[in-house]
């Protein structure tokens, strides 16, 4: 009776383990097979009821059924999980065929690609660069620059103030002065930078501004000096054959001073829209380092000279490009900054 029911026991729980549809219930089914609580247990239960003849042998079948069961609950899982990992191999493939999501890549800013080529032309020279901050000292800005608190120079840049002594720079020049104080001639540097006035926002204006500063101080330097550097740059930027016209002109900082026009290259200086006519376009201020600005540096200014120039990096910008609007520079459309 107790073999029939182990021989019963053996066909049903092979047909359920060899039937179960997944993990789940193959687990469900060993719990109730050979569990704690399970038919098997039960059954071994009733053990005590046998003669002692009979124990041993339905002993043996029992374990017999238990083994019988123990490997097909082991190959069933072996067979399932290999199944359940191809299938989710399969739900989880990725067509690399597809095509992929566009990436749309930015680029730099035409002024940066301006103020790249800038930096460097003047690493070529063997100048390097230097930094100085936007909110600036009054005496950094002015004062140091021979522009003292009455100087009418200083009306047209007497702009935005923090306190009476701070300012938002309204040229690169105070970099000059930062760039003296703290080193010892031989000096090359150009400093490039963001700088602000008070100015009606137009074609040709805005009240936030980058500049070039560029400073060089050591024995023996001239205007052929400044001059050589300047055309290197403006030859570098705008190719061989661009002509420089010196013109004599007036910053505290420098003495001689000169602005500087660059030849106008849609006319070739006979006057066009482009020029207004003039032939020359106006491009930065330069000159030769004020000695009483090299002195108040702590700079013998018996033994050393300078030149220094400024230069807006939008207008390099826009006669590279020929650009007409320097708006078109800071309202970040990408239809007019895909172009460069
Ligand atoms: N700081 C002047 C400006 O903002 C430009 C300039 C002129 C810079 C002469 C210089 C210089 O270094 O020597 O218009």
New binding site residues.
């Given amino acids: 009776m107790l073999k029939q029911e182990l021989e019963t026991l053996r066909e049903r729980a092979l047909a359920a383990v060899n039937g179960a549809p997944d993990t789940a219930s193959l687990e469900n089914a060993r719990i109730s097979l050979l569990g704690k609580k399970g038919e098997l247990t039960a059954i071994l239960k009733q053990m005590g009821t046998l003669s002692p003849e009979e124990r041993p042998v339905m002993g043996a079948l029992a374990n017999e059924v238990r083994a019988d069961i123990e490997s097909a609950l082991e190959k069933a899982s072996a067979v399932m999980s290999e199944r359940e990992l191809a299938k989710r191999l399969e739900d989880e493939a990725i067509d690399v065929t597809l095509p992929g999501t566009p990436f749309r890549a930015g680029r730099r800013h035409p002024m940066q690609l301006v103020l790249d080529d800038v930096v460097k032309i003047f690493l070529g020279m063997g100048f390097s660069v230097a930094e100085g901050p936007e909110v600036e000292t009054t005496y950094y800005c002015f004062d140091a620059l021979n522009t003292g608190p009455d100087h009418p120079a200083r009306d047209p840049q007497d702009t935005f103030y923090f306190d009476a002594d701070t300012i938002l720079r309204t040229?690169t020049?105070s970099v000059?002065i930062r760039v003296m104080e703290q080193s010892k001639p031989p000096i090359r540097i150009i400093s490039p930078g963001k700088c602000y006035r008070k100015d009606e926002v137009d074609a040709t204006h805005s009240a936030h501004f980058h500049?070039i500063?560029g400073l060089a101080v050591d024995k023996g330097l001239t205007m052929a000096d400044l001059k050589g550097a300047l055309q290197t740059m403006m030859t570098g930027l705008y190719g061989e054959g661009v002509k420089l016209r010196f013109r004599p002109h007036h910053?505290p900082?420098?003495e001689p001073?000169a602005e500087v026009d660059l030849q106008c290259f849609e006319c070739k200086g006979a006057g066009c829209r482009m020029c207004k006519g003039e032939g020359w376009i106006e491009m930065?201020?330069?000159?030769m380092v004020h000695p009483a600005v090299l002195e108040r540096c702590g700079i013998d200014s018996e033994v050393y000279s300078g030149f220094?120039?400024?230069v807006g990096i939008e207008r390099l910008t826009l006669m590279r490009y020929k650009i007409n609007d320097l708006r078109l520079l800071f309202e970040n459309d990408a239809r007019f900054l895909k172009q460069f």
């Fill in positions: 040229q020049s000059q500049q500063e910053f900082y420098t001073s930065l201020g330069s000159g220094a120039f400024g």
